[in-house]
């Protein structure tokens, strides 16, 4: 059976994040990082236009409104949101250029067999 060498370090698919991204993208994922903040977020991104009334948001928590519009500070800090007052109330928007930087770090990087179109075997 013939064994096949692999070198020690493979190549790179993609550009790795920068120590800026780095930082910028660590304060999204911490500000995600909380429970009440990650349903938030969700409950913003599950209203029609992914846009919510903060009055649409308060009763779905045991915690209190001032806590409430913390965390919806943080998340804004964090660019995943945007806010805009109309009247006496507040209107939260998902940021989607925030959350699609998320999602193409968390996305699988490409393997070398998808490059250049082989197909690949596990366990053989």
Same mark, same amino acid.
């Given at each position: 059976?013939?064994?096949?060498?692999?070198?020690?370090?493979?190549?790179? /698919?993609?550009?790795?994040?920068? @120590? #800026?991204? *780095?930082?910028?993208?660590?304060?999204?994922?911490?500000?995600? %990082?909380?429970?009440?903040?990650?349903?938030?977020?969700?409950? +913003?991104?599950? #209203? %029609?236009?992914?846009? @919510?009334?903060?009055?649409?948001?308060?009763?779905?928590?045991?915690?209190?409104?001032?806590? +409430?519009? #913390? #965390?919806?500070? /943080?998340?804004?800090?964090?660019?995943?949101?945007?806010?805009?007052?109309?009247?006496?109330?507040?209107?939260?928007?998902?940021?989607?250029?925030?959350?699609?930087?998320? @999602?193409?770090?968390? @996305?699988?990087? %490409?393997?070398? %067999?998808? +490059? +250049?179109?082989?197909?690949?075997?596990?366990? *053989?």
């Amino acid at each position: 059976m013939e064994s096949l060498e692999l070198g020690c370090c493979s190549p790179m /698919v993609r550009e790795p994040l920068s @120590a #800026h991204q *780095a930082v910028q993208l660590a304060g999204a994922f911490k500000a995600l %990082a909380d429970p009440v903040r990650l349903r938030l977020l969700s409950l +913003i991104a599950s #209203h %029609a236009g992914g846009e @919510a009334c903060v009055c649409d948001l308060t009763g779905e928590f045991d915690v209190s409104q001032p806590t +409430i519009s #913390h #965390h919806l500070k /943080v998340l804004r800090e964090a660019g995943l949101l945007s806010s805009q007052r109309r009247g006496t109330w507040v209107y939260y928007r998902v940021q989607p250029g925030g959350l699609a930087v998320l @999602a193409q770090l968390l @996305a699988a990087p %490409a393997t070398e %067999a998808d +490059i +250049i179109g082989e197909p690949v075997t596990v366990g *053989a």
